[in-house]
């Protein structure tokens, strides 16, 4: 840290390069895939490469690289340039980088233009130390990750590929596994209700939902008191042009943990049956995805050591009679897709819907005792002192799945919330410095595995 600390205010002053541009995705443009915000951000981050003496190479707008050291191998360093959009609510300008407290603000901070910065400092200090570099460290930018990773797709077509490393876009001490993915939609065209819409992405639990129904269908006055048994932050039940109609408010949560939200389509459906109403996707629902987020009513309950399945519905939406509803399940690093396929296929198919499996992804995992899951912890654990925590399994994903030989390293700390994705980003600056120190010692561990 004593190496570190002098650099800070030359650290700050690139991070605020970096986050001086807007640089979520916009309207693809020739030559520029992801729009010009992400473009500039990904020049700025290459220019400041080079003035640092490193070698920079732009991979078509898509993504780039800064490189130092030498041979055929190459531990990478997967980052990210693009950004979410800033939002409301922010009490500072989110494209100027503002310090106050020992914090600094801005969209990016810590998600992931901090760790863009530390990791190029790592690459510095290891450079200045005298260390023979007979591996090649590679800072890798992309510019997509919010948006699907097509940034990292470009770059397995057109560079070589890594030997090690890891992405400075998770959680400390490491994520040593990220659960499978499956899309699913349930669909169902036998309905009384007049209309539904709730939720408004398939990856967040639906938060908001207001559903309308024909005014003799059910009692306003049960139904209210059904609402009320639920967690649901608000809701209301009122009647209009022979409609009753119910605008209930729940909780988001993102989709890896749906645990942690209300939603308020299920709760609105679960109080109708509780309240008398008989419906076919009422019932094909609650059978099919339920209160529970468990998967048990598509013949999905399962777990691992290493966590349980999850079940998230986003959206729901009717259109000319159709209900769609949307279905997000995270399931355990232990499990194939094919698995997963053979234990859902009984429960797809129904008299009152159907169930269709969209999209499949695979999990990542690597065992806690793998040479580069154990590299990285002990550099943590050097730096830190602490050796409490874990690496840990989540459900969400990260460029570990688009690139092999690499997994989820920082840069956030554990129990830090530093409002990622929300107004008021911010990163602690000395957990930047200290994020730096913690590169810098695994870049040192990968070269010696």
């Not at 190459?74 to 310090?99: K, N, Q, R, S, Y």
């Not at 308020?264 to 459906?269: E, P, S, V």
């Not at 399931?331 to 698995?339: D, I, L, M």
């Not at 990163?427 to 010696?448: C, S």
Request: hydrophobic residues 40%; negative net charge; contains cysteine.
């Amino acid at each position: 840290m004593e190496l570190i600390r002098p650099l800070k205010d030359e650290m700050l002053a690139k991070l605020a390069r970096l986050v001086k541009h807007d640089s979520h995705q916009g309207e693809a443009l020739e030559g520029k895939p992801f729009g010009e915000g992400p473009a500039a951000a990904l020049a700025e981050a290459l220019e400041i490469g080079r003035e640092m003496g490193f070698r920079t190479v732009n991979l078509d707008n898509y993504c780039g690289y800064i490189e130092t050291g030498a041979g055929s191998d190459i531990i990478g360093i997967a980052a990210h340039l693009d950004i979410v959009p800033a939002g409301e609510g922010w009490e500072t300008d989110p494209f100027t980088l503002t310090e106050k407290d020992g914090w600094v603000y801005g969209r990016g901070v810590s998600d992931d233009k901090g760790a863009v910065i530390a990791a190029l400092y790592a690459m510095k200090l290891l450079r200045e130390s005298g260390v023979s570099l007979d591996k090649r460290i590679r800072l890798i930018l992309g510019c997509n990750e919010e948006s699907g990773s097509l940034c990292m797709k470009h770059y397995n077509e057109v560079e070589e590929p890594l030997t090690s490393g890891f992405t400075p876009d998770g959680n400390f001490p490491g994520i040593h596994g990220e659960k499978g993915m499956c899309a699913m939609v349930l669909r169902c065209s036998s309905s009384k209700i007049v209309s539904i819409e709730g939720g408004f992405v398939s990856n967040a639990v639906c938060n908001h939902c207001v559903t309308k129904l024909e005014a003799e269908s059910v009692s306003p006055d049960k139904l209210r008191h059904a609402l009320s048994r639920t967690p649901l932050t608000s809701y209301s039940v009122t009647e209009e042009d022979n409609l009753i109609v119910i605008d209930a408010v729940g909780t988001a949560a993102h989709a890896s943990t749906p645990l942690l939200g209300v939603n308020a389509a299920a709760y609105t459906l679960s109080a109708l049956k509780e309240a008398g109403f008989k419906d076919d996707f009422v019932d094909f629902y609650l059978d099919r995805i339920g209160l529970a987020c468990d998967g048990a009513g598509l013949g999905l309950k399962i777990s691992d050591k290493y966590g349980d399945l999850t079940l998230n519905n986003g959206i729901v939406r009717m259109e000319n009679g159709v209900i769609t509803c949307t279905i997000d399940i995270r399931f355990p690093v232990t499990y194939t897709c094919e698995q997963i396929k053979e234990l859902a296929a009984p429960y797809l198919n129904s008299d009152k819907g159907t169930v269709e499996i969209l999209r499949l992804n695979e999990p990542l995992f690597y065992p806690p005792e793998s040479p580069l899951v154990r590299g990285l912890y002990n550099a943590y654990v050097e730096v830190t002192g602490d050796s409490s925590i874990k690496p840990m399994v989540i459900g969400g994903g990260t460029y570990a799945k688009s690139l092999p030989g690499i997994i989820a390293f920082g840069c956030e700390f554990p129990d830090a919330d530093n409002h990622i994705h929300d107004a008021n980003e911010k990163l602690d600056i000395e957990e930047l410095l200290e994020q730096t120190a913690i590169y810098t010692q695994a870049i040192l561990n990968l070269m010696q595995n």
